[in-house]
């Protein structure tokens, strides 16, 4: 069965202060891995998807990677607006369908 | 939300009823699926349909049963609902043929079951 951690459970930081959350995963022949952003009550939000070891996206104050077994999410000089729980999801290798296995997410406060 | 709807928003029943969820998209994706969001375990995947009339079972099927009779709607149905069925439920829709494939989620459906 595929396995998606994500560590650490919950992350406080102050303002300004650069951190990362981590997704391990233990599917071989990954097919893609994807960072969500869930705000409370309501729906993730798509953030990025990865498809091979080495591949960096970004998106404002936000860059993700990839490697053979874990992702990472950086967050550089933090916004109180980036506090959210942030999710990662594995995609594994080609079948019939496009079922994703997510992790139980990480929760980012960003305290002003 | 990507143009997607999930209704009722709120819902409190009681152990033994029957309990419908509805998915709505306008995006015209062929593949829609339904969550469940518990602490502690993420969203796991109930059941997903890969077209009308085409469904097939996720991890966490038992005492669940969904149909897709148009494109745009996604029935959840819990037949006899039990108190451990008490969640958020999220539906997905994701567009078809690609070697991966984004998921975009709804604005979720809090069910109560007393």
């Known amino acids: 069965e595929d396995q998606v951690t994500q560590s650490p459970e919950a992350l406080r930081l102050q303002e300004g202060e650069s951190s990362s959350l981590n997704c391990s995963y233990t599917?071989?022949?990954?097919?893609?891995l994807f960072w969500y952003r869930q705000d409370p009550g309501k729906g993730p939000e798509f953030l990025f998807t990865l498809y091979s070891a080495g591949e960096e996206k970004e998106k404002e104050r936000l860059k993700a990677t990839l490697t053979k077994k874990e992702s990472f999410l950086h967050i550089t000089a933090p916004k109180p607006e980036d506090s959210a729980t942030y999710l990662c999801a594995v995609q594994p290798p080609p079948s019939n369908d496009y079922k994703l296995s997510f992790g139980a997410g990480t929760t980012v406060t960003v305290r002003a | 939300d990507a143009g997607i709807t999930q209704s009722p928003r709120h819902k409190v029943t009681e152990t033994g009823t029957p309990v419908t969820l509805r998915c709505h998209q306008t995006?015209?994706?062929?593949?829609m699926y339904w969550y469940r969001q518990d602490p502690g375990h993420g969203l796991r995947l109930i059941h997903y349909s890969y077209g009308v009339k085409d469904t097939d079972k996720g991890e966490v099927s038992d005492g669940y049963s969904v149909s897709r009779s148009k494109t745009e709607d996604f029935l959840l149905t819990l037949e006899s609902a039990t108190s451990s069925q008490t969640s958020v439920y999220f539906c997905?829709?994701?567009?078809?043929?690609?070697?991966?494939?984004?998921?975009?989620f709804g604005p979720g459906t809090r069910l109560t079951v007393l």
């Open positions: 997905a829709i994701s567009e078809s043929g690609l070697y991966t494939d984004t998921q975009y």
């Open positions: 995006e015209n994706h062929r593949y």
């Open positions: 599917v071989s022949g990954l097919r893609g």
